[in-house]
């Protein structure tokens, strides 16, 4: 179905390789999983599946690439549509009607597909992916996973025979994206549609692949089985990362296969109590049950009562207390449009609250300027990108400097702190989206404020970048600020938080430790917690601790661990 005959890429002349003599056969019918760390050429490969790379985004393209036979050298995009449906990272940025039923009808419209048809699709597809009640609403009035949603469907309902989805799920809550990825996969197993997804979250993705395809950063592509690949990827899912800390062989893939072979490691960790998933921090924060790792929570930061926000009729917050305590990182859980989003904004001052006080240093930001509202409670939302605005990173921070009236340089050296060699010069927009984040972050803390919320701040970061960024926000803890994350990603949440409140309908319904909150929730448990249940251990780090201060060999397979027949 899709070729790659020795393809090179590269974005500038004499810049380093995207790609480099890529050779690939991708048959009719196969799921296709493209990982590898952020940069390595992930996004270039999907594009050059419909030609958009390099005739949209420039470049020197070598070698040629075919999809069902046809070459796109010799074809513009937008003649590929009825074979290639690709989904972008930024749904919304793809959006070109206004409610949902239009968009879903779009690309039937330009394709002339019958109306009668268009019409039995559009309704196949709200049922296929559970939006069935968003038909009529405004694109710009949903949630991010909403989008998300909304433009998968947008693409299945032209039913090509090739669908590129890149980063289909990382706006999706645990549930969602099920959803997504059951839908996809009956039209793999069903259609015969030929998918390729890229994809951060592998632990989403990774049992249902049938290829993998390894983009190790030099260009090169590496493909193959995921069992055959998986010992030697750079980048690999906690399940992979508990197997490894186990030293089972082969590796499992699911968190069915780990549970099979887990009894010996449950027995051996029954009688040790886990250590902190953020070893290392000393700062103020709760202390989870037993945890002798942890101190007692600092003083309330921030106090929220009885919050409400309304858009219309639609009752998206209602009547949320909340406090917030120095060094203590808070994750906000829930399902897509269950009110986080909007609650982080009412916190900050600068959304809608229809009712209810939040008190900050003794002022509600709310009755505040924006200057004097963003010393108190800073916020990076969903697209980070969307607070730059400015032409260079330099004019960005000098800027920072001056709405916080601190010392010239102060943003730049919070910025070089949180992520080394940005070159003053470039465009914020150039940046790749993990740097953005660092920016806007470095903005934000360049006022200094106590409380920082951050909206689903780890989308398109790899688990590297993952890694580093918790770490910048348990030193932000250990520093005595009270950080929330809105955020889907279980597995950042298992090695970063202190604490979980999980919302429903613009109410909460569980607050507590996180190990309490995660581990008894079938939705929001982490791989590692999957498997070892009911044992309390979060992450494959607590694990590969806890094996080497028994003194085992955390390389050695335990007893009773062969891999089932």
């Known amino acids: 179905m899709i070729t ?11 810049g380093p390789a995207a790609l480099a003599g890529v050779d690939l056969h991708i048959p009719e019918g196969e799921l296709c999983l493209v990982t590898g760390h952020t940069g390595t050429g992930k996004s270039t490969l999907l594009g050059a599946v419909n030609g958009l790379v390099p005739r949209f985004t420039g470049g020197h393209l070598r070698g040629r690439v075919t999809v069902a036979g046809q070459g796109t050298e010799s074809r513009p995009p937008q003649e590929f549509a009825h074979l290639v449906g690709r989904v972008g990272q930024d749904p919304l940025a793809g959006f070109v009607t206004d409610n949902v039923e239009e968009e879903l009808a779009y690309g039937m419209e330009q394709l002339a597909v019958r109306p009668e048809v268009m019409r039995k699709r559009v309704e196949e597809t709200l049922d296929l992916l559970g939006i069935a009640e968003l038909r009529g609403r405004a694109l710009r009035s ?29 706006a999706l809550d645990p549930t969602a994206a099920e959803d997504v990825l059951s839908a996809v996969l009956r039209l793999v197993h069903d259609l015969g549609v030929t998918v390729l997804i890229a994809e ?6 990774l049992q249902y692949a049938d290829r993998l395809l390894y983009l190790p950063g030099d260009g090169s592509v590496r493909d193959g089985t995921p069992a055959a690949l998986m010992p030697d990827c750079a980048v690999a899912p906690p399940v992979v990362q508990l197997g490894r ?3 089972w062989s082969p590796l499992p893939l699911s968190v069915r296969d780990a549970r099979r072979r887990a009894a010996g490691l449950r027995q051996r960790l029954a009688d040790l109590a886990p250590g902190p998933a953020h ?13 002798p790792h942890r101190t007692p929570i600092g003083e309330p930061l921030l106090t929220a009562r009885s919050i409400t926000v309304t858009y219309g009729a639609t009752v998206a917050v209602r009547r949320v207390d909340l406090r917030l305590a120095a060094g203590e990182v808070t994750a906000l859980m829930g399902r897509n ?6 609650l982080l904004w009412a916190l900050q001052g600068s959304g809608p609250r229809r009712a209810g006080t939040v008190e900050v240093a003794g002022g509600d930001p709310g009755d505040l300027p924006a200057a004097e509202a963003r010393a108190l409670v800073g916020l990076v939302p969903q697209t980070a990108a969307d607070l730059l605005y400015l032409q260079t990173v ?19 050296e919070l910025l070089d702190e949180l992520a080394p060699g940005i070159e003053g010069a470039s465009h914020p927009r150039d940046l790749s989206e993990g740097q953005q984040l660092a920016l806007v972050l470095a903005i934000q803390l360049t006022a200094a404020p106590r409380v920082m919320l951050l909206d689903e701040p780890t989308r398109g970061l790899d688990y590297a970048a993952k890694r580093r960024f918790g770490a910048i926000v348990r030193r932000l803890a250990a520093e005595g600020r009270s950080v929330v994350i809105a955020t ?3 597995e950042f949440v298992a090695a970063v938080a202190d604490r979980v409140v999980v919302m429903a309908d613009g109410e909460t319904v569980a607050d507590g430790a996180t190990p309490d909150v995660v581990c008894s929730s079938p939705a929001f448990a982490p791989q590692v917690a999957k498997v070892l249940s009911p044992l309390p251990w979060l992450t494959p780090d607590q694990v590969a601790r806890a094996l080497t201060a028994e003194g085992a060999d955390p390389a050695a397979p335990l007893r009773h661990e062969a891999a089932p027949r």
Do not use: N, W
């Open 245 to 247: 800390a186990a030293g």
């Open 394 to 412: 330099d004019e960005e921070c000098a800027q920072a400097d001056a709405e916080s009236a601190v010392a010239s340089g102060s943003c730049r």
């Open 488 to 490: 889907h990603d279980v």
């Open 337 to 342: 449009g269950s009110g986080k989003s909007s």
């Open 279 to 291: 070893p290392g921090d000393a700062g103020p924060g709760p202390a989870a049950a037993g945890d």
């Open 4 to 14: 790659f005959e020795d393809v090179s890429f590269r974005y500038e002349e004499d």
């Open 200 to 205: 951060h979250r592998m632990e989403r993705v």
């Open 142 to 170: 949903l949630s991010g996973g909403q989008q998300q949603r909304v433009a998968i469907g947008s693409v299945l309902t032209t039913h090509p025979s090739v669908l590129v989805l890149d980063e289909p799920t990382s």
